[in-house]
């Protein structure tokens, strides 16, 4: 929700703006497939539907089946922006995106978080529940063995309409990137320009 949320706030500043959305939208994007597996693969290991699947653990035992698509998500989307990190907020991108890659693949292929933010926000109950099913989640609270934990979910963002979400600084950084990719001036009417010839 907050990645929604800040990509919708990008998109409505650069309409206020005046810039051309639609340079975006048609831009040469290499292997972009890349980012639309991944992201479809960030939404499947979130919904709970899918949670007996995202629980099984593959032979030999090791980590959860949703740890491991959970880390080919960002290694998904990190290859997309890499070949493309000529765009304008896409190296910012990758370095936030690497940020959370890092901490979540050192603790398991679950993004550590504050467990009094999450219990502030009223998340810790949700992982609590799937903890008690014996599921597998993206999320797990922060204890004496995790490591780099401070680049996980310790940042409380209150949203409108719904309960706050707790992020990490790798989410900021990601946030900053989208900001600048949809509201780069100089580069918008570079690609505006490229969208108009071939027309």
């Known amino acids: 929700m907050f990645f929604v949320l800040v990509t919708i706030a990008a998109l409505g500043l650069a309409l206020v703006r005046g810039l051309p959305i639609e340079a975006l939208v048609r831009g040469p994007f290499r292997l972009w497939p890349l980012a639309v597996i991944g992201i479809l693969l960030h939404v499947a290991v979130n919904l709970a539907v899918l949670s007996p699947f995202l629980s099984v653990r593959p032979s030999p035992p090791g980590l959860f089946l949703g740890a491991w698509l959970y880390l080919a ?111 780069y001036p100089a580069e918008r009417r570079s690609w505006h320009n490229q969208v108009r010839s071939l027309r």
């Open 73 to 183: 998500s960002l290694i998904c989307v990190g290859s997309f922006l890499l070949a493309n990190a000529r765009y304008p907020g896409f190296v910012i991108l990758l370095a936030g995106l690497g940020m959370n890659l890092t901490v979540i693949a050192l603790n398991g292929g679950q993004m550590p978080g504050d467990p009094n933010q999450y219990a502030a926000s009223g998340f810790l109950t949700a992982i609590a529940q799937r903890s008690a099913a014996g599921q597998w989640w993206p999320f797990v609270p922060m204890g004496p063995a995790t490591r780099l934990a401070w680049l996980g979910d310790r940042i409380m963002v209150p949203l409108p309409f719904r309960e706050p979400v707790v992020i990490s600084v790798g989410d900021l950084i990601i946030a900053l990137g989208c900001l600048i990719f949809f509201n």
